[in-house]
């Protein structure tokens, strides 16, 4: 009794692996694939009355940067949306984050010459000291063609300093 038992479970394990006939699965017909038609993406967030996304946030935060101390270098790339425009400074303290690429509302753009101010929030309780390569700190941003329209060269200015960089 055992043995046929045991060659019937057997039997029943290696054909359930395969996908023809034999397999006991497929024995009381096959699974429909429907379809589900829809009219927006799934992946798109809906927006609200005022036309805002649903995930911003209510109100959008001024941002408090300060000065970096200095610019070290600039590097300007070409990439499909525009330029990618990259910057590395050394700051006066220890921590500083949100380090951002910011376009000065007045005098940014003058005689084809784009000035970007290298900005950084320092931390609440800075540590001075240490050696510049401690305290560098790395940014970027893409500017699409639209805004390099009329750009010849692209300014970054620190607090000490600037770097001048042909838009390409």
Same mark, same amino acid.
Request: hydrophobic share 35%.
């Given at each position: 009794?055992?043995?046929?038992?045991?060659?019937?479970?057997?039997?029943?394990?290696?054909?359930?692996?395969?996908?023809?006939?034999?397999?006991?699965?497929?024995?009381?017909?096959?699974?429909?694939?429907?379809?589900?038609?829809?009219?927006?993406?799934?992946?798109?967030?809906?927006?609200?009355?005022?036309?805002?996304?649903?995930?911003?946030?209510?109100?959008?935060?001024?941002?408090?940067?300060?000065?970096?101390?200095?610019?070290?270098?600039? =590097?300007?790339?070409?990439?499909?949306?525009?330029?990618?425009?990259?910057?590395?400074?050394?700051?006066?303290?220890?921590?500083?984050?949100?380090?951002?690429?910011?376009?000065?509302?007045?005098?940014?753009?003058?005689?084809?010459?784009?000035?970007?101010?290298?900005?950084?929030?320092?931390?609440?309780?800075?540590?001075?000291?240490?050696?510049?390569?401690?305290? =560098?700190?790395?940014?970027?941003?893409?500017?699409?063609?639209?805004?390099?329209?009329?750009?010849?060269?692209?300014?970054?200015?620190?607090?000490?300093?600037?770097?001048?960089?042909?838009?390409?």
């Amino acid at each position: 009794m055992r043995t046929p038992v045991l060659l019937l479970l057997t039997t029943t394990l290696a054909l359930s692996a395969c996908q023809s006939r034999w397999n006991p699965s497929n024995w009381w017909g096959k699974d429909r694939e429907s379809q589900v038609q829809t009219e927006t993406n799934a992946l798109i967030p809906e927006k609200t009355e005022d036309g805002r996304s649903f995930f911003q946030s209510q109100e959008t935060a001024e941002y408090r940067g300060l000065p970096i101390d200095k610019v070290t270098s600039v =590097e300007v790339h070409k990439v499909t949306e525009g330029r990618l425009i990259m910057a590395v400074g050394v700051s006066s303290v220890h921590g500083t984050s949100d380090i951002r690429l910011i376009v000065p509302k007045e005098n940014a753009f003058e005689g084809g010459v784009l000035t970007l101010d290298l900005m950084g929030r320092p931390p609440i309780e800075p540590v001075i000291g240490g050696s510049d390569q401690s305290r =560098e700190v790395t940014t970027a941003v893409v500017l699409t063609e639209q805004e390099m329209a009329g750009v010849r060269t692209i300014r970054v200015k620190a607090l000490t300093n600037s770097i001048d960089r042909r838009a390409r």
